[in-house]
């Protein structure tokens, strides 16, 4: 846990929900001086200690410890709604089945997404060996074989949806898809 990033974020929802550090350190039971040394990352506060300020500031303490999760959940909302745009048409009865595969395919794209970025800023192979004494040798990184799993999943999530389509949406899909 950074110390600065936790404090920064602290500060960034205070001011969003226009408190003071002396207000937000009386809701939390703590001293205006602690609190302060916290947010300015001059402290490390408990888990107890972050928790409530979590609550005050009301954000989960995931968010506080690491805010990945919540910019995850955005750009997964984003793509559902790209999704969702271009299987508007699947007809109503079939629509429920859709909804989760839609969330599904987004969450998949997502992580397909930042498991590119990986591939190409660390490659597709490392040097691996089992102890000391052998001799490292080039070994698919475990990411690559995640990314290859993923991408089946998520083609195979895809040709659901275009499925569920009107026969005559399908073969404007198909073009669409390069297909």
Sequence with gaps: MDKREVGSRMRKKRKEKNMTQV????ACGISFNYYSSIENGRNSPSLDVLNGIAKNLGVSLVYLLNDRIDEMEQRVAEEENRIKTLFKTIPEPQRKLSEGLITQSARLR????DNWKDILENGEYEKFSQSENQVPYDRKRPIVENYDNRDRTYQSIMKQLTELLPQEMK???SKLLGR
């Design 110 to 113: 997502i992580l397909l997404d």
């Design 171 to 173: 073969s404007k899909k």
């Design 23 to 26: 207000e937000l350190s009386k």
